[in-house]
Every structure is written in C-alpha cells, then in structure tokens.
C-alpha cells in the first residue's frame, strides 16, 4: 500500500506525453494551412498514435503484464 | 435428457484467479480496440475513396479550423486527465482520482457538444447538410461513429467514478479504471486520426449554400 | 402445467415478449413524434425510419427482458455479482431456453438453433426450387421469387455462423483443458443477441420481403420500394455483434486458458482452425457493419454515400459524389474472409478426425496448423476478385486475381495432409469418417472450380452464373456442411451419453454424398449453358430444362436425408443405451471425462505430457490429470 503522494512527480510521464501531444497538433494545423502534405500529416498522426498507446493505454502491459506505472 | 452432466457441487475447480482474469480482461479490451479499430479504418477509407475529383485528387470541404482545432484540444485534455486519474489511483491518491474523472467526463461532454452544436451546427446552422452528397456523408458518419463512442465513453466514466466514490478500488486491483482509461484513450486515438482527416488534409473545396 | 410455467417464464419466451412490446412501443411513440413534426409517415407498408428505430431498441428490450444484461448492471451499481452455474432449482432441461453461462450449454444452444435455421433455410430453398424445375413461371411471381433467394442466402449464413459457434463453444475450452471461456457472460450475450437479430432479420419476411439478395448492393438497395430490406440490413448487423463477441472470446481463451504443458503447437489442430476463424470474425465483422450501417443511413436519413453527383453546379465547384463501388469494397473485405471464417473450423474437424479413424499421427502438423492462419490472412487480401465485372481498373483486378490463386497453396497444404495421413492407414468407416471422406471429396470439388473463377478471363464469362452458385455450394458443403455433421455424430455420444444408429448415419451418408454431388456438378454445367443465378425463369430453348429438373431433385434428396438425421438423433435420445466414455478411441482431452461431460469439463487441472496425434504408437500419452503427472 502506497501512501497518497504529495509532489506531481508520479504525474511527469503523462505531462510530458501531453506536451508532446499539443505540439504535435499545433504543428499539424500549421502544416495543413501552408503546406498541404498528406504525408507528412499522416506520419504526424501516427507519431501521436505511439505516444498514445505507449504512455497512456500502457499497450506493453499487454507482453509484461507485471510493470507498473 | 441433459448434455450437461447434473452436477450438485457448483464449484469450478479451475477457476481463474484474480489476476489471472486481469490479463484475459486486458487482452479481451485490446482485442476490442483492434476489433474497432477495423471500423475506423473502413471509415478513414472511405474518406479517402470519396472525397476526391478528377481536378484536386484529394479533397475537403472548407469547414472552420478553430473550433475543430480547440475541440480537439479539449478531448486531448481529457485524455491527459484520464491518464492523471489512473495514476493517482494506483498511487491511491484519491482526491486527485475523483476530480480528474469528473473532469475527464466533463471535457469529454465539451467536445460531445462541440461536435453536434458547432460542428454539426445544431446551434448556430451548419456548414455541411446531411444531403451535401459524399461531404455531408461521410463528415456525418465518421464524427457521429465517433460521437457515439465518446457518449459510452463519458457513460464509462461516471460508473467508474460513482464506484469508485464507494471505494471499490485499490492501489493495486483498479481493472475497472484502467479499462475505463484503455478505452477512453482508444477514442482519443481516433480522433488524432479523424482529425486530420476530416478537416487537414487535402485541396479544400468552398462550400456554398 | 409445471412445463409450461418453466417455458413460459424461460429467458427465450420473456426476451420475445420484451422485444415485441419494445418494439410496438418505440414504432409507435416514433410515429407520433414524426408525424408532430410534420413528416408523412404513410408510404411504404410501414414507416421506415421509425421502423429502424424500433428494430433497434427492440434488440435492447429483448436483452433486458431476457435478462442478458441483469449482471452488467449490478456491475454498474458497484456489486460484484459470482456467476451462476447450474439450472437454478429448474429441470436440467430449461437451462436450454435459459441465459446459462456454460460453454457446452452455449455450444448446444448454438447447435440447435443452427439446424431449425438450417430447416428453414432449407425450405425456403426447395420452394423455389420447385418452381425452376420447369421453364416458366408455376407458382411464384418475380417478388416472391426474389424475397425467397434472398432470403435463403441470409438463413443459411445466420445457420452457418450458429453452428461453427456451436462447435467453437462446445469443444474450444474443453480441447485445451480449460472449465469455460475467458468471459462466460459475454458469451452468454453472443448466443442471445443473435436470437433478436434473428427475429428482426425474419421480420423482413412478413414487412413485403425484399429483392436484392443476401449482398444488397447499392444503388438497387438504396432504392428498391420492397421494405424488408431495412429489416434484413438491421438483422445481419445486430447478427454481427454475436460474431464479434464470441470470435474476441475464443481468442481470449486460447492464449490465456491452455492447460499446462499445452504449448500452441500442442493444441488440438481444431483449435488453431478454430482461433483463425476467430481472428477474422472478431475484426473483420466490422466493415460490413458499416457497409449494411451506410445503406440504412442512406434509405432512413438521406446521408448519400453511394449516389453519384449529377448537378453540373456542384461539378464545377469540385463537390465529390458517392460511389456504389464502396459498397461493394466494403462488403467484400468481410464477406469474403467470411466464408473461410465458415469453413475454417469445418477443415478443422477434417484433420481432427482422420487420424483418430485411420490410427495413424496426423501428417505434418504444424503445416495444417499455419495453413489455418495461412488461409485467413491470405483470404482477407482477395475481396475485389467479386468485382472484376463492376467497372474496377485493370490495374486493381490483376493482384486480386493472383491473390486470389494463393490461396490454393495454404488449401492444399490441407489436401496433401489429409492424404498423406489416409495413406497406409488402419481405416474405420463410421458415420463420422464417411462423412470426413464425403467433405473431402466435395471441398476437393469447390477448391478446383475456385480457380476458375479467380481468373478474370474465365470470370468474365461465368460471373453471375450458375456455376458461381454451384462453386459456392460445393465449398459451402465441404468445407461446412458435411464437416458440421461429422462433428454432430462424433461428438454425439460425448455430448448427450448415448449412441446413434449406424445404420441410418450411412443412410443418411449415401443419400446426401452423392445427392450433393449431382446437385453441385449441375449447377456448374447450367451455369455454364447460360443460367443467370438469382433469375425466376428461364427459356427452353436454352436446353436446360432437364438438368434444373435433376437439381431439384437432387435438393430433395438433400433435404430428406438431413431429415433422416435428426430422427436418427433424437430417437437416440431415448434409448436406453449408454455410450462408452471413449467411442472412437481417442486421444483428445475431452474424452478423458465422463459423457456428457461434467459442468466443469474435469476434476481438476489435467497437464499435456506429449504430442497429440501419435496414433498407433507404443507408449505414448498426450494428457493427464495434473496430479497425476507427477513433475
């Protein structure tokens, strides 16, 4: 049993991913607006897509069930 | 007659443990998000097999980019306080778990309304009929495909959140919260692709009415 | 009067009432509220848009009524409810029309409702039948005609999708020493929910039928005046949610419920076929789903996904339009991988028991296990080879067509299995192997037509012709229908504890083999002749009159012989005569148990010791019980 914890530290791999996140998508409406590169905003999705599924559904829990936050 | 043998003892001598059916529920989650994801993909497909002309190959209809921009902010922000929820659960931080549910829930509900007042202008008119041929389609199936998941979703949260009001939930066994999370982030993930989608990429073509 | 009280308050009849009432009360209160608004609610036999609404929420009403969701919602209010074993003080039997979480009820329930769908979809297809055994048009009209085929396709699908579930439940958890699935209840839930889907998909009978066929391609589909259609679209898609389920189910279970010693290669060959089916069922399901999704929104709520754009005006402007093709992509991406998720665990049942009945090792094991996935990965890449006559560019239609011709090497690495596992066999001819045989020789018949029809240049000539219908059939046969009734008498005595008769298994064998045979091979040559499929009549001046005439009576033979099964089947019911736990002498884990099986399957854990199909060997064993081995 842990006790409630004080500092935002447990907090800092979920900021930093939703940091990433807002840059991402702010760079991506830029992109739309200026460059029109399909490709280069479907590789921008897919990148966001990793970050999703690594940092906020855990997808490795799935091979490593044991690994906690 | 009876294919089952009649048997008195109901008591399965294999039954799974706890974190035994953990995993299989993990598992069973993600094979949901693939089995979706499916979904989502003949959507984005379709998008792309109908938005197109002879003169621009891929296309767009003209819509508004700052509230679709903002809106997708709003559901980014709930997915960051989905992921501060399930932290501060296994940390058993409780206050911090009840007040990022209730907040993700209520982003969530911002976006919902978003999309069916602004987007579909529900509120102010819309820029997109139902009947505006392969536009309005295809705008209209995929945020309402979407929409729908994000109304189980916000539906998801407030159970977890209620149960987890009367302390249902520990540090250790939350299944409930991180399949709530599993799944709220599934409809997160996408919109990052619907996004894009529907109103960034491609020629944009004006609409007129 | 007891009797009837079980029945009456059993989860069948209460779902039935509940969807009903759902159902007239959400149609009417739709009505009322569309005709408030202004909307004229009189065209068509029924309201559309209201009529998909109730459908719907209809499927819900029978849900709860039935009491599917009775444990979710103790769930929602923060409970932890334990499943519920057992018939809950009623007679064993009511456990069948009761929501019960077991998988050997599940499979059984599965099992029967496939063979009264089989019934009926059999019926419908001697009617017209009956009617092409002559040139001209006897006793049925166009409309008719078209509603019965229609709907012989989808009966038969929904009949095929319950009795794969029914094998896939019934032998899936016990052949890898699991007690039940991962997730009982949710498999509980893919049984009932395709009850409802049922009654809305036959609805569609009794609202004016419909006429596009068991595909309902846009733009006749968006069109068409028959209002069945939504009713058939909405069954099909609710149906959908039984597949999805139970396929994420029977994945689950496999990776995460094999008993110890049971590496992947160690399983059951069943089992693979089975979970490669189930791969596909729980993924690709989707992308019919909203084929069927994109034609009831484009009938009820005018969203235009298949019209193609005809103002100049918005030509100009560069405003896309919709595309009937789409339709057809999506539908094909699922409808074809389809049928190998109807076949797979048929081909499954072939390699599982020819080794038991020729006491030999199965030839190549993991070979047949990879071809399974073999098959489902390359059968989810050829769907366009269905539309090499709808107007795609040749540039598409030549990789499907050499996708398509793959998929002959996963099938025949089965084909040489089979033989090579016959050869120099010790071999018994019981029902089950008779009909092992029969599958063989049938699929064998389908698998060679397959590539002609795979080839655009042949396919131009033959698509939409008689010899797709014969094709098609003899695949559907052997990979399916003979497999299925293989598995219902080899697994009978381990299901219900007593024996059936030989001597009308064989009847049934050698009526229905070669009935199949003249009826498949016939079709073909038709089709070949020039019989259009999907047409009420034909001229006699095409010279065929003699051959419809002998597929009808092949059909018939067909259908009593399948008659003859079920009075063969249920008379044993009654016999006094116990079956022996291990009829066929096999090595498979579900014959360790007493027969019928125990509500558990096993008393305990059982543990693999070694390989599964060494027939004929000294000194080997597959399975213990786990306190036995020792370790």
């Known amino acids: 049993m842990s006790e409630p914890t004080k500092s935002g530290s447990i907090y800092r791999r979920g900021n930093t991913a939703a940091f990433w996140l807002v840059v991402i998508t702010v760079i991506e409406l830029i992109l739309a607006l200026t460059f029109e590169s399909a490709i280069l905003l479907i590789l921008l999705s897919i990148g966001k897509a990793g970050i999703i599924l690594q940092v906020f559904m855990n997808i490795s829990r799935l091979w490593n069930p044991e690994e906690h936050h | 007659m009876s294919a089952v043998a009649h048997d008195h003892d109901h008591h399965n001598p294999m039954e799974p443990t706890r974190s035994e059916q953990v995993k299989m529920n993990r598992l069973g989650l993600w094979v949901f998000c693939l089995s979706e994801s499916f979904l989502f993909f003949a959507l984005l497909g379709t998008r792309f097999y109908l938005w197109r002309n002879p003169v621009d190959g891929i296309i767009r209809p003209d819509l508004a980019q700052i509230p679709a921009f903002i809106f997708t902010g709003v559901l980014l922000a709930s997915s960051y306080f989905m992921n501060r929820a399930e932290v501060a659960i296994s940390k058993d931080d409780r206050t911090t778990f009840n007040y990022s549910m209730l907040l993700t829930a209520a982003l969530g509900l911002v976006f919902l309304f978003g999309v069916v007042l602004v987007e579909w202008g529900l509120a102010t008119g819309p820029e997109l009929l139902l009947g505006d041929g392969a536009f309005g389609a295809v705008f209209y199936a995929m945020t309402g495909m979407h929409a729908l998941h994000v109304i189980m979703g916000i539906a998801l949260i407030l159970i977890v959140w209620n149960n987890g009001r009367k302390g249902l939930y520990t540090a250790e066994d939350h299944w409930a919260v991180e399949a709530c999370a599993i799944f709220w982030h599934y409809v997160d993930l996408v919109w990052v692709f619907f996004y894009p989608a529907l109103y960034l990429i491609g020629t944009a073509i004006e609409l007129h009415h | ?631």
Not at chain 3, 13 to 41: C, E, H, K, P, W
Not at chain 3, 195 to 214: C, E, M, R
Not at chain 3, 254 to 276: D, E, H, L, Q
């Open chain 3, 1 to 631: 009067m007891r009797t009837l009280y079980y029945i009456v308050t059993s989860a069948l009849v209460r779902g039935l009432i509940g969807q009903g009432i759902t159902a007239f009360v959400v149609y009417q209160g739709m009505v009322s509220l569309r005709n408030a608004l202004g909307y004229d609610t009189t065209q068509g036999v029924y309201d559309e848009p209201s009529g998909v609404m109730a459908a719907l929420i209809s499927v819900i009403g029978f849900l709860l009524a039935a009491g599917v969701f009775t444990d979710w919602l103790k769930w929602i209010g923060g409970e932890d409810p334990p499943l519920k074993h057992g018939a809950q003080g009623r007679p064993e039997w009511t456990r069948y029309i009761n929501v019960d979480v077991n998988h050997k009820v599940i499979g059984i329930q599965y099992g029967i409702a496939s063979m009264v769908i089989l019934l009926l979809g059999g019926l419908l297809a001697i009617i017209f039948r009956l009617e092409l055994a002559m040139p001209g048009l006897q006793f049925l009209d166009g409309d008719a005609y078209n509603t019965l085929f229609s709907a012989h396709g989808i009966i038969m699908i929904v009949s095929i999708f319950s009795g794969i579930a029914a094998m896939i439940n019934y032998l899936g958890p016990v052949m890898i020493g699991a007690s039940d699935m991962s997730f009982p209840r949710l498999n509980a839930f893919s049984y009932w929910v395709s009850i409802p889907a049922a009654t809305v998909l036959l609805s569609a009978l009794v609202v004016g039928g419909w006429d596009t066929g068991w595909v309902a391609y846009p733009t006749h589909s968006t069109t068409t005046t028959m209002l069945g259609v939504q009713m058939f679209l909405l069954g099909f898609y609710i149906n959908g949610f039984s597949s999805i389920a139970s396929g994420l189910n029977m994945v689950v279970t496999t990776v995460y419920m094999r008993a110890k010693g049971m590496s992947y290669f160690r399983m059951p060959i069943f089992v693979w076929a089975a979970v490669s089916a189930s791969i596909l069922q729980a993924t690709i399901t989707q992308t019919v789903g909203l084929a069927l999704t994109m034609v009831v929104a484009q009938r009820a709520l005018g969203l235009e996904f298949f019209t193609p754009v005809t103002d100049p005006a918005l030509i100009e402007l560069g405003f896309p339009g919709g595309d009937p093709t789409l339709y057809q992509h999506l539908f094909w991406f699922y409808s074809h991988p389809a049928v190998y998720v109807w076949i797979l665990p048929g081909l499954g049942v072939i390699s599982e028991l020819l080794p038991v009945f020729t006491r030999k090792p199965l030839f190549g094991y993991k070979w047949i296990a990879l071809s399974s996935v073999g098959i489902a990965l390359v059968g989810s890449i050829v769907w366009a080879h269905h539309m090499f006559t709808s107007g795609m560019p040749v540039t598409w239609k030549i990789p499907f067509m050499i996708s398509t011709l793959f998929v002959a090497i996963p099938t025949g690495v089965k084909f040489f299995s089979w033989v090579a596992t016959i050869w120099e066999g010790k071999m018994r001819f019981d029902t089950p192997m008779l009909f092992v045989l029969g599958a063989i020789s049938v699929f064998l018949l389908g698998g060679l037509s397959g590539p002609i029809l795979g080839t655009i240049a042949t396919d131009m000539h033959l698509h939409d012709s008689y010899f797709v219908v014969g094709h098609f059939h003899a695949t559907i046969f052997g990979g399916f229908v003979f497999p299925f009734f293989a598995a219902i008498y080899y697994w009978w005595p381990k299901a219900t504890g007593k024996m059936y008769s030989e001597a009308l298994g064989k009847l049934h064998f050698w009526i229905m083999v070669p009935g199949f045979w003249v009826m498949s091979l016939t079709q073909m040559r038709t089709g070949v002749l020039g019989m259009r499929r999907r047409i009420a009549d034909y001229g006699p001046d095409l010279g065929i009159a003699d051959e419809q005439a002998l597929i009808t009576v092949a059909t018939l033979a067909i259908g009593w012989s399948i008659l003859i099964m079920l009075y063969n089947l249920i008379v044993s019911l009654r016999s006094q005569e116990e079956a022996v736990p291990n009829p066929w002498g096999s090595r498979s884990p579900e014959f360790m148990s007493p027969s019928p099986l125990p509500e558990f399957n096993f008393d305990g854990p059982i543990q693999v010791i070694g390989e599964p199909y060494d027939y004929g060997l000294d000194d080997s064993t597959y399975v213990v019980p786990a306190s036995a081995a020792g370790d």
